[in-house]
């Protein structure tokens, strides 16, 4: 227990953290099971190591509740962490190429570039433990922000890569195929957003507007959580509206989802503190499309939305 100098005093002071940090383990555990299960080859799947790191310190914890003393058990904690930190790290390497510079996880930040505060409990309690101040790489900044978006991006240009999402097999489908089809990309947006602790449903509303001027393909309900689209816009081409369109809607309303859940809970997101401000102050000053169309496009959560509605042959990517 050499290398830990702990107050005692504190650590009762702080056992609430240390009981949510338990409980935040437990809720990461299907999360990383899904990264496991895609790899680490994907670029989206990156930002998903801190959740790697709750779910294997949910076995560490659990074998240090097994010590006799206090001090046994949080040397065993500190050895632990010490060795999977560098395992991670090795494997990382291993992967060919790794994470370059300026990209997700690669802690090249320069001074003026600090961001939000993104370590979790356990990196809190531990950097308690060891005194130790959070530095630059522990903030999320605007350049990792934009890494992380690209990343989410290429991944969903990735999966429409799919034959099934091609606009020809759609033609081809029924309308309950196409439902079927649209939950199908639901579930792969909600995983590449990191949104699977989020419960999201698709509600299809009958009476939805649908003109030939005028539509409304959908819209995300932050008090539901669900994504409610225009069932009518199911049927086929209607003036020079499209049905295939629906599934660019669900990566626009559910990045709706990701603001939203980014606001509330900014620690688990890639999101900066100024992108945080500016989309908490935008959802307490929305503009609806009925007020003024111009001005609702303009808005910062619309235009952010708008860019993640990637399509089979986005120019972006291809």
Known sequence: MAAIHADTEKMLVNSRDIKAFASTMKKMEGRVRSASRTGNATAANKFLYSAAFLAIM?????????????????????????????????????QGGGIKPGTIGAGIISDDERGTDKRNIWQKFWDWLTRKEPDKTDTTTLKQEKAADMAMKQELYRVLQDEKYSQENWD???????????????????????????????????????????????????????????????????????????????????????QHEAVEHPTRFMVSRETLDTWSYNFDHYINGDTDFDAYRAQPIEVDARDFQVTRDDKRFS
Do not use: C, F
């Not at 206090?70 to 390497?93: F, M, P, V």
């Not at 939950?183 to 995983?191: G, L, S």
């Open 58 to 94: 949910q076995n560490i914890v659990t074998e240090a509740a097994r010590m006799d003393t206090l001090g046994d058990a949080l040397e065993h904690i500190a050895n632990s962490y010490r060795e999977t930190e560098k395992k991670l790290a090795q494997d990382q390497r291993g």
């Open 172 to 258: 081809r489908l029924s309308v309950e195929e196409r439902k079927e089809l649209l939950q199908e990309y639901m579930n792969e947006v909600i995983r590449i957003y990191g949104l699977q602790d989020v419960d999201t449903q698709i509600i299809w509303d009958e009476n939805a507007t649908y003109e030939k001027n005028r539509i409304t393909w959908g819209y995300y309900s932050p008090d539901n959580k669900n994504v409610t689209l225009n069932a009518r816009a199911l049927t086929d081409r209607y003036g020079s509206w499209d049905s295939y369109d629906l599934l660019e809607t669900v990566a626009h309303e559910l990045r709706h989802a990701y």
